[in-house]
Protein backbone atom coordinates (compact mmCIF):
# COMPACT_ATOMS: atom_id res chain seq x y z
CA UNK A 1 0.00 0.00 0.00
CA UNK A 2 2.12 2.78 -1.12
CA UNK A 3 1.08 6.75 -1.14
CA UNK A 4 -0.91 7.83 -4.07
CA UNK A 5 -0.37 11.04 -6.17
CA UNK A 6 -2.94 13.56 -5.29
CA UNK A 7 -6.47 12.32 -7.19
CA UNK A 8 -6.60 14.58 -10.40
CA UNK A 9 -9.87 16.30 -12.12
CA UNK A 10 -10.07 18.65 -8.99
CA UNK A 11 -11.19 16.29 -6.65
CA UNK A 12 -10.15 17.59 -3.61
CA UNK A 13 -11.16 20.84 -4.41
CA UNK A 14 -14.59 19.74 -4.31
CA UNK A 15 -14.54 18.07 -1.07
CA UNK A 16 -12.78 20.51 1.15
CA UNK A 17 -15.25 23.09 2.25
CA UNK A 18 -14.50 22.48 5.74
CA UNK A 19 -10.92 23.59 4.91
CA UNK A 20 -11.71 26.26 2.95
CA UNK A 21 -13.70 27.45 5.78
CA UNK A 22 -11.14 26.98 8.22
CA UNK A 23 -9.30 29.30 5.12
CA UNK A 24 -11.76 31.91 5.28
CA UNK A 25 -11.36 32.09 9.16
CA UNK A 26 -8.11 33.20 8.92
CA UNK A 27 -8.69 35.76 5.66
CA UNK A 28 -8.82 38.86 8.59
CA UNK A 29 -5.14 37.57 9.89
CA UNK A 30 -3.60 37.02 6.97
CA UNK A 31 -4.55 40.54 5.56
CA UNK A 32 -3.52 41.97 8.82
CA UNK A 33 0.18 40.15 8.01
CA UNK A 34 0.39 41.95 4.61
CA UNK A 35 -0.92 44.92 5.62
CA UNK A 36 2.37 44.69 7.88
CA UNK A 37 4.57 44.59 4.72
CA UNK A 38 6.84 48.08 4.49
CA UNK A 39 4.32 50.42 7.07
CA UNK A 40 5.32 53.45 6.10
CA UNK A 41 7.80 52.62 3.47
CA UNK A 42 7.55 52.05 -0.34
CA UNK A 43 8.25 48.34 -1.31
CA UNK A 44 9.49 47.76 -4.29
CA UNK A 45 8.65 43.55 -4.62
CA UNK A 46 7.49 40.69 -1.70
CA UNK A 47 7.47 37.06 -2.21
CA UNK A 48 4.29 35.41 -0.76
CA UNK A 49 4.39 31.33 -0.54
CA UNK A 50 2.23 28.89 0.31
CA UNK A 51 3.29 25.08 1.79
CA UNK A 52 0.98 22.84 0.59
CA UNK A 53 -1.23 24.51 -1.58
CA UNK A 54 -2.76 21.16 -3.32
CA UNK A 55 -5.34 22.17 -6.14
CA UNK A 56 -5.68 26.15 -5.94
CA UNK A 57 -8.92 26.56 -4.06
CA UNK A 58 -7.77 27.49 -0.76
CA UNK A 59 -4.27 29.02 -1.94
CA UNK A 60 -5.99 31.37 -4.66
CA UNK A 61 -8.46 32.74 -1.84
CA UNK A 62 -5.99 33.92 0.70
CA UNK A 63 -3.14 35.02 -2.29
CA UNK A 64 -5.96 36.93 -3.97
CA UNK A 65 -6.75 38.56 -0.33
CA UNK A 66 -2.88 39.14 0.32
CA UNK A 67 -2.24 40.61 -2.93
CA UNK A 68 -5.53 42.88 -2.77
CA UNK A 69 -4.01 44.02 0.87
CA UNK A 70 -0.80 44.22 -0.03
CA UNK A 71 -1.98 46.79 -3.32
CA UNK A 72 -3.78 48.95 -1.39
CA UNK A 73 -0.72 50.70 -0.17
CA UNK A 74 1.72 49.68 -2.57
CA UNK A 75 0.11 49.45 -6.14
CA UNK A 76 2.82 48.79 -8.02
CA UNK A 77 5.07 46.45 -5.99
CA UNK A 78 6.33 43.69 -8.04
CA UNK A 79 4.67 40.26 -6.61
CA UNK A 80 6.15 36.73 -6.52
CA UNK A 81 3.76 33.85 -5.57
CA UNK A 82 5.31 30.47 -4.65
CA UNK A 83 3.15 27.47 -4.80
CA UNK A 84 4.67 24.14 -2.99
CA UNK A 85 3.01 21.08 -2.73
CA UNK A 86 4.31 17.24 -3.95
CA UNK A 87 5.07 16.70 -7.41
CA UNK A 88 2.50 14.34 -7.30
CA UNK A 89 0.16 17.49 -6.87
CA UNK A 90 -2.57 17.75 -9.15
CA UNK A 91 -1.18 20.76 -10.82
CA UNK A 92 -3.08 21.01 -13.93
CA UNK A 93 -6.53 21.27 -11.51
CA UNK A 94 -3.85 24.48 -9.98
CA UNK A 95 -3.20 25.97 -13.02
CA UNK A 96 -6.70 25.84 -14.06
CA UNK A 97 -7.66 28.12 -11.12
CA UNK A 98 -4.38 30.14 -11.83
CA UNK A 99 -6.17 31.18 -15.42
CA UNK A 100 -9.13 31.77 -14.09
CA UNK A 101 -11.27 34.95 -14.04
CA UNK A 102 -11.00 35.20 -10.87
CA UNK A 103 -7.50 34.00 -9.98
CA UNK A 104 -5.05 36.71 -8.15
CA UNK A 105 -3.09 37.45 -11.38
CA UNK A 106 -6.12 39.30 -12.86
CA UNK A 107 -5.57 41.61 -9.55
CA UNK A 108 -4.56 44.91 -11.12
CA UNK A 109 -1.30 46.90 -10.31
CA UNK A 110 2.67 46.02 -10.89
CA UNK A 111 3.57 42.55 -11.91
CA UNK A 112 2.57 39.05 -10.40
CA UNK A 113 4.67 36.11 -10.89
CA UNK A 114 3.27 32.85 -10.03
CA UNK A 115 5.66 30.06 -9.26
CA UNK A 116 5.86 26.46 -8.62
CA UNK A 117 8.38 24.62 -6.15
CA UNK A 118 7.36 20.81 -6.41
CA UNK A 119 9.09 19.06 -3.41
CA UNK A 120 8.23 18.63 -0.19
CA UNK A 121 8.33 21.09 2.32
CA UNK A 122 10.77 18.91 4.22
CA UNK A 123 13.08 20.11 2.10
CA UNK A 124 14.22 23.71 1.38
CA UNK A 125 11.52 25.16 -0.98
CA UNK A 126 12.91 28.35 -1.90
CA UNK A 127 16.01 30.31 -1.64
CA UNK A 128 16.95 31.57 2.09
CA UNK A 129 15.57 34.59 3.36
CA UNK A 130 13.07 35.64 0.24
CA UNK A 131 10.00 34.75 1.88
CA UNK A 132 8.15 37.97 3.18
CA UNK A 133 4.76 36.35 3.20
CA UNK A 134 4.40 32.62 4.01
CA UNK A 135 1.24 30.38 4.60
CA UNK A 136 0.54 26.94 4.96
CA UNK A 137 -3.43 25.42 5.48
CA UNK A 138 -4.21 22.03 6.36
CA UNK A 139 -1.05 20.79 4.90
CA UNK A 140 2.07 20.62 7.91
CA UNK A 141 -0.54 17.41 9.92
CA UNK A 142 1.11 15.35 6.94
CA UNK A 143 4.50 13.88 7.71
CA UNK A 144 7.14 12.92 5.01
CA UNK A 145 7.04 9.24 5.32
CA UNK A 146 3.66 6.95 6.64
CA UNK A 147 3.46 5.76 10.39
CA UNK A 148 5.24 2.66 11.82
CA UNK A 149 4.75 -0.51 9.29
CA UNK A 150 4.25 -3.09 12.07
CA UNK A 151 1.04 -1.88 13.41
CA UNK A 152 -1.60 -4.78 13.15
CA UNK A 153 -4.95 -3.28 11.84
CA UNK A 154 -4.06 0.46 12.84
CA UNK A 155 -4.21 2.92 9.92
CA UNK A 156 -4.40 6.09 11.77
CA UNK A 157 -2.08 7.36 14.62
CA UNK A 158 -4.30 7.31 17.08
CA UNK A 159 -5.09 3.50 16.80
CA UNK A 160 -1.70 3.27 17.18
CA UNK A 161 -0.86 1.95 21.13
CA UNK A 162 2.31 1.48 23.02
CA UNK A 163 6.10 1.59 21.50
CA UNK A 164 4.10 1.87 18.33
CA UNK A 165 2.27 5.34 18.92
CA UNK A 166 5.19 6.66 20.31
CA UNK A 167 7.82 5.97 17.29
CA UNK A 168 5.01 7.99 15.49
CA UNK A 169 5.18 10.77 18.06
CA UNK A 170 8.89 10.94 17.68
CA UNK A 171 8.26 11.30 14.02
CA UNK A 172 5.69 13.81 13.78
CA UNK A 173 7.80 15.69 16.34
CA UNK A 174 11.12 15.19 14.13
CA UNK A 175 9.30 16.32 11.12
CA UNK A 176 7.57 19.40 12.50
CA UNK A 177 11.69 20.33 14.03
CA UNK A 178 12.41 20.13 9.93
CA UNK A 179 9.46 21.86 9.01
CA UNK A 180 9.64 24.83 11.03
CA UNK A 181 14.09 24.98 10.35
CA UNK A 182 13.18 24.81 6.49
CA UNK A 183 10.71 27.85 6.93
CA UNK A 184 12.56 29.72 9.43
CA UNK A 185 15.60 29.41 6.97
CA UNK A 186 13.12 30.71 4.26
CA UNK A 187 11.61 33.91 5.53
CA UNK A 188 13.28 36.47 4.98
CA UNK A 189 13.83 39.13 7.86
CA UNK A 190 10.90 40.89 8.66
CA UNK A 191 9.17 37.76 7.06
CA UNK A 192 5.95 36.21 8.73
CA UNK A 193 4.29 32.72 8.21
CA UNK A 194 0.57 31.44 9.39
CA UNK A 195 0.44 27.54 9.79
CA UNK A 196 -2.88 26.09 9.98
CA UNK A 197 -3.09 22.28 10.91
CA UNK A 198 -5.04 19.93 12.36
CA UNK A 199 -4.55 19.56 16.26
CA UNK A 200 -6.02 17.32 18.99
CA UNK A 201 -7.76 19.30 21.97
CA UNK A 202 -6.71 19.04 25.18
CA UNK A 203 -8.12 15.76 26.62
CA UNK A 204 -9.89 15.35 23.22
CA UNK A 205 -10.12 12.93 20.66
CA UNK A 206 -8.82 13.21 16.92
CA UNK A 207 -10.66 15.24 14.40
CA UNK A 208 -9.84 12.03 12.08
CA UNK A 209 -10.60 9.62 14.66
CA UNK A 210 -14.57 8.58 13.26
CA UNK A 211 -13.45 8.50 9.71
CA UNK A 212 -10.45 6.43 10.06
CA UNK A 213 -12.47 3.83 12.45
CA UNK A 214 -14.80 3.21 9.86
CA UNK A 215 -12.21 2.84 7.11
CA UNK A 216 -10.04 0.58 9.48
CA UNK A 217 -13.55 -1.64 9.94
CA UNK A 218 -14.18 -1.44 5.68
CA UNK A 219 -10.14 -3.08 5.72
CA UNK A 220 -10.67 -5.53 8.22
CA UNK A 221 -13.90 -6.70 6.72
CA UNK A 222 -12.27 -6.85 3.07
CA UNK A 223 -8.47 -8.77 4.63
CA UNK A 224 -11.18 -11.14 5.98
CA UNK A 225 -13.00 -11.77 2.60
CA UNK A 226 -10.03 -12.06 0.37
CA UNK A 227 -9.84 -9.08 -1.58
CA UNK A 228 -6.86 -7.37 0.98
CA UNK A 229 -3.67 -8.52 1.53
CA UNK A 230 -3.40 -8.41 6.00
CA UNK A 231 0.41 -8.33 5.45
CA UNK A 232 -0.54 -4.56 3.18
CA UNK A 233 -2.85 -3.53 6.32
CA UNK A 234 -0.27 -4.51 8.64
CA UNK A 235 2.71 -2.27 7.12
CA UNK A 236 0.61 1.20 6.59
CA UNK A 237 -0.19 4.07 9.02
CA UNK A 238 -1.30 6.84 6.85
CA UNK A 239 0.84 9.37 7.47
CA UNK A 240 -1.15 12.27 9.14
CA UNK A 241 -0.16 13.25 12.90
CA UNK A 242 -2.93 15.51 14.72
CA UNK A 243 -0.35 17.43 17.55
CA UNK A 244 -1.89 18.58 20.89
CA UNK A 245 -0.67 21.78 21.69
CA UNK A 246 2.12 21.03 23.78
CA UNK A 247 3.40 19.07 21.29
CA UNK A 248 3.28 21.67 18.71
CA UNK A 249 5.07 23.92 21.40
CA UNK A 250 8.19 21.51 22.03
CA UNK A 251 10.54 22.58 19.28
CA UNK A 252 10.30 26.26 20.59
CA UNK A 253 11.22 24.85 24.17
CA UNK A 254 14.16 23.02 23.59
CA UNK A 255 16.87 24.33 24.82
CA UNK A 256 19.43 25.41 21.62
CA UNK A 257 17.00 23.66 19.28
CA UNK A 258 16.83 25.75 15.84
CA UNK A 259 13.59 25.91 16.37
CA UNK A 260 14.24 28.22 19.86
CA UNK A 261 17.04 30.13 18.47
CA UNK A 262 14.51 30.92 15.37
CA UNK A 263 11.37 31.53 16.66
CA UNK A 264 11.27 33.66 20.13
CA UNK A 265 7.41 33.01 21.18
CA UNK A 266 4.77 30.24 21.20
CA UNK A 267 1.57 32.25 22.21
CA UNK A 268 -1.63 29.69 21.82
CA UNK A 269 -4.60 31.92 21.42
CA UNK A 270 -7.27 28.99 20.69
CA UNK A 271 -6.32 25.03 20.58
CA UNK A 272 -9.60 23.50 19.13
CA UNK A 273 -10.28 21.33 15.91
CA UNK A 274 -14.29 20.75 15.68
CA UNK A 275 -14.43 17.23 13.74
CA UNK A 276 -15.97 17.54 10.46
CA UNK A 277 -19.48 16.54 9.77
CA UNK A 278 -20.15 13.08 8.45
CA UNK A 279 -20.50 14.78 4.70
CA UNK A 280 -17.13 16.38 5.45
CA UNK A 281 -15.25 13.09 6.35
CA UNK A 282 -13.90 12.70 3.01
CA UNK A 283 -10.84 14.90 3.51
CA UNK A 284 -8.74 16.24 7.06
CA UNK A 285 -10.05 18.99 8.91
CA UNK A 286 -7.42 21.52 9.92
CA UNK A 287 -6.41 23.81 13.04
CA UNK A 288 -4.22 26.71 12.74
CA UNK A 289 -1.39 28.47 14.13
CA UNK A 290 -0.01 31.79 12.88
CA UNK A 291 3.48 32.54 13.08
CA UNK A 292 4.83 35.98 12.42
CA UNK A 293 8.03 38.07 13.00
CA UNK A 294 9.40 39.74 16.12
CA UNK A 295 10.57 42.82 14.20
CA UNK A 296 7.44 44.36 12.72
CA UNK A 297 9.09 48.37 12.18
CA UNK A 298 7.15 51.24 13.70
CA UNK A 299 3.61 51.16 14.26
CA UNK A 300 1.95 48.70 11.63
CA UNK A 301 -1.31 49.96 10.66
CA UNK A 302 -4.48 47.86 11.80
CA UNK A 303 -5.68 45.60 8.81
CA UNK A 304 -9.05 46.35 7.40
CA UNK A 305 -11.76 44.15 8.95
CA UNK A 306 -14.43 44.49 6.18
CA UNK A 307 -14.37 41.10 4.51
CA UNK A 308 -13.67 41.74 0.48
CA UNK A 309 -16.19 40.42 -2.32
CA UNK A 310 -14.12 37.66 -2.88
CA UNK A 311 -14.52 36.28 0.92
CA UNK A 312 -17.87 36.93 0.73
CA UNK A 313 -18.80 34.52 -2.75
CA UNK A 314 -16.55 31.84 -1.16
CA UNK A 315 -18.39 32.04 2.27
CA UNK A 316 -21.30 31.35 0.55
CA UNK A 317 -20.27 28.88 -1.50
CA UNK A 318 -19.77 26.97 1.77
CA UNK A 319 -22.83 25.57 3.07
CA UNK A 320 -22.01 23.52 6.33
CA UNK A 321 -21.81 24.83 9.43
CA UNK A 322 -18.54 23.36 11.39
CA UNK A 323 -15.07 25.40 10.68
CA UNK A 324 -11.69 24.54 12.09
CA UNK A 325 -10.72 27.54 14.66
CA UNK A 326 -7.93 26.99 16.45
CA UNK A 327 -5.10 29.15 16.69
CA UNK A 328 -1.85 29.64 17.55
CA UNK A 329 0.39 33.11 17.22
CA UNK A 330 4.30 32.65 17.22
CA UNK A 331 6.94 35.30 16.94
CA UNK A 332 10.19 35.19 15.00
CA UNK A 333 13.18 35.77 16.47
CA UNK A 334 15.31 38.72 14.58
CA UNK A 335 18.29 36.97 14.80
CA UNK A 336 19.83 34.35 12.77
C1 LIG B 1 -5.38 18.78 3.00
S1 LIG B 1 -4.47 19.42 1.66
C2 LIG B 1 -4.53 21.17 1.97
C3 LIG B 1 -4.50 21.95 0.75
C4 LIG B 1 -4.79 23.44 0.87
N1 LIG B 1 -3.71 24.14 1.49
C5 LIG B 1 -6.08 23.70 1.60
O1 LIG B 1 -6.07 24.37 2.64
O2 LIG B 1 -7.12 23.24 1.14
C6 LIG B 1 -2.80 19.02 2.08
C7 LIG B 1 -1.82 19.28 0.97
O3 LIG B 1 -0.51 19.15 1.52
C8 LIG B 1 0.28 18.52 0.57
N2 LIG B 1 1.45 17.90 1.19
C9 LIG B 1 1.49 16.84 2.03
N3 LIG B 1 2.75 16.56 2.36
C10 LIG B 1 3.53 17.49 1.73
C11 LIG B 1 4.92 17.71 1.68
N4 LIG B 1 5.78 16.93 2.34
N5 LIG B 1 5.39 18.75 0.93
C12 LIG B 1 4.53 19.55 0.24
N6 LIG B 1 3.19 19.36 0.26
C13 LIG B 1 2.69 18.34 0.99
C14 LIG B 1 -0.62 17.50 -0.07
O4 LIG B 1 -0.12 17.07 -1.31
C15 LIG B 1 -1.91 18.30 -0.16
O5 LIG B 1 -1.99 18.98 -1.37
Redesign the pocket.
Known amino acids: MAPQP?VSGGV?DHH?DY?LRG?ISEIELVESLAAKLAVGEELDGAVIAD????QG???NLLIGHAIERIRADHLEAALTVLH???LS?DWTTFLKHLSASDSYLSIPGGPITPLISAI???EPVAPPHIVDLGLS???AQ?L?SPGPADAGTALYFDQLDGAARERMADQAHADWTTFLRRRADELAAGGRLVINLMGVPDGGTAAGHDAWEMVRAICVELAGEGLLDPADLARYVIPIYERTEEEVRRPFAERGSASASSWTTCRSLRWRTPRPSRTERT??PPSSPAISPRSSGPSARPASRRASPRAAQRSRNCTSASSPDSKLMLTRSPSR
Open positions: MYSQAYGCARVTNDLNSFYFAAWAET
